[in-house]
């Protein structure tokens, strides 16, 4: 799953508006590239979250040797 949360001018919704962009914009490409997006939600548990946290160190952990 990869979604370009940086390059939100790309939705459908943009396209024929006064937002509208024509080609790429490369920051928002680079900041797009380096994001991390997370579920948020009230309904979410305690067990979830804490899941999520481990994920997350784990995977900081690897990348920061």
Do not use: C
Request: glycine share 4%; no cysteine.
């Amino acid at each position: 799953f990869r979604w370009k949360f940086g390059e939100i001018y790309l939705e459908k919704a943009f396209k024929d508006s006064a937002f509208a962009v024509k080609g790429h914009l490369p920051n928002a490409q680079k900041m797009s590239d380096a994001s991390l997006a997370f579920l948020v939600h009230p309904t979410l548990d305690n067990e979830y979250v804490q899941g999520l946290v481990k994920a997350v160190r784990k995977v900081l952990a690897f990348y920061a040797k």
